[in-house]
């Protein structure tokens, strides 16, 4: 082999004073030279630390009931958990209930570290507390830092005592490659985990504390004054989500784990390493696509069919939109690419009466995701409705129309706005004609 360093005799050296590089000793070459040597090494400090910090992609998608694995990239590489850590902090908080340590009602001290956390961070303040169900949601929610430091403070002493105890209960449940230093997800570069012992901890918390795996379908949280959004966009815009959790630091990117429930099959998934949130969205949702449609060539599920029922009740609009998704499959679509000109043709007004607009818009997913997130927002007033995303031609373009239709009445129709805009969603009544579509 040839070595890029010549090998010759040891030349004899000699140690450097300090004098050696003041001012005053040191010709003007030398001190170009030298500042030429700081500045190479200033340079050179991205091009070291950048490996260590590099984005990796891995992702896996099991079925929760068999385990058996549906898709598998990489799903043993070590990454960075970033808020993903809240899982297993909500898993020993969930433990302290399930053993009667805390109640929901339990108030927990604000200390003035879990006050200086970095963001994202509820903002309570040193001495303050905060009950413990408030702290589930706002790590559910927020994804908040601070109080993912109260929690770690009430239930280990200190932050650095509950990550122990955390690794200690990873370990218990079969996590053997995650190691955790802190409550929150913050950059730590002892933290680790992979894919599948993301998936493994999901699963294990449905099983072990069922009781309150409901507070991940949360979509929006009150504190105070202020009202919090759900970090994980698939409970409005994929059908069958009810959890789990988002995550993000710059060395991470983008990490999602999804439990997603269609026809009696639960699927849980966990992709890392996205550019965006929109991309690891959709990746996520392309990957459980796919899977979902072999479960269905293979005959373990039935997809709902599109008709009305004896009872003249009306498929709910997401459901709608996952019939459109695998009969595009079926007809020789990509996995997890919904064709947009035949979600129009099958889902448009073909009934006179009263409907209600929750959008119009120039893309026509966006108007799809719009009228899942309104379904998802009031099922109990929509659960009788039928999806309507109608193409307008006007002068500036394309615009596509969010709607669904069905109401019996105006009355209905403005009732069902107003639950709209109490959460602070756009919604107009409109007339559907007789001879729409």
């Known amino acids: 082999m040839i070595s890029l360093f010549r090998v010759g005799p040891a030349m004899p050296t000699r140690q450097p004073d300090s004098a050696d590089f003041s001012p005053s000793r040191m010709t003007g070459r030398g001190l170009l030279c030298v500042m030429g040597m700081v500045l190479f090494a200033l340079l050179a400090l991205p091009m070291i630390s950048a490996p260590a910090v590099a984005r990796t992609y891995t992702a896996l998608i099991i079925d929760a009931e068999s385990g058996q694995v549906l898709h598998e990239y990489r799903a043993d590489q070590k990454v960075y958990p970033a808020s993903l850590t809240k899982i297993m902090t909500l898993y020993m908080l969930f433990d302290a209930l399930d053993s009667g340590k805390v109640t929901l009602a339990t108030r927990m001290p604000v200390s003035k570290r879990a006050w200086g956390q970095a963001p994202s961070k509820l903002g309570v303040q040193p001495g303050d507390t905060i009950a413990v169900k408030d702290a589930i949601l706002a790590l559910v929610t927020k994804s908040a830092n601070d109080v993912a430091v109260v929690i770690g403070e009430y239930l280990g002493g200190t932050e650095t005592k509950f990550a122990q105890m955390m690794t200690s209960t990873a370990r218990r449940i079969g996590m053997k490659s995650t190691t955790f230093r802190n409550a929150s997800g913050l950059p730590n570069r002892g933290q680790m985990t992979t894919a599948r012992d993301m998936v493994r901890l999901a699963l294990r918390l449905r099983n072990d504390f069922g009781d309150y795996y409901h507070f991940f379908s949360t979509q929006k949280f009150t504190y105070g004054n202020r009202t919090y959004g759900n970090h994980n966009n698939l409970l409005a815009s994929y ?73 003249d009740k009306i498929l709910p609009a997401d459901t709608q939109l996952l019939i459109a998704k695998l009969n595009n499959a079926n007809e020789g679509q990509i996995p997890g690419h919904i064709d947009t000109d035949t979600i129009v043709t099958r889902i448009k007004p ?20 719009a009228v899942l997130t309104a379904a998802r927002s009031a099922p109990e007033i929509l659960r009788l409705t039928r999806a309507a995303v109608e193409q307008q031609e006007s002068d500036s373009g394309v615009v596509y129309r969010a709607r669904l239709i ?21 919604c107009i009544p409109v007339v559907t004609p007789d001879d729409a579509g």
């Open 239 to 311: 059908y069958g989500t009810d959890g789990i959790k988002t995550g993000f630091i710059n060395a991470s990117g983008f990490n999602l784990v999804a439990s997603v429930k269609r026809d009696g099959k639960r699927l849980i998934g966990a992709v890392f390493g996205g550019r965006t949130a929109r991309s690891r969205d959709d990746q996520m949702k392309k990957l459980l696509d796919k899977a979902y449609v072999e479960l269905k060539k293979d005959g373990e599920i039935i997809p709902p069919r599109p008709r009305i029922s004896p009872e």
């Open 350 to 369: 073909t009934q006179g009466g009263w409907g209600i607009q929750v959008g119009a818009f120039s893309d026509q997913r966006r108007a799809q995701e």
């Open 406 to 426: 069905g109401f019996g009445a105006e009355e209905d129709a403005r009732s069902a706005c107003a639950a709209l805009q109490r959460q602070n969603m756009a």
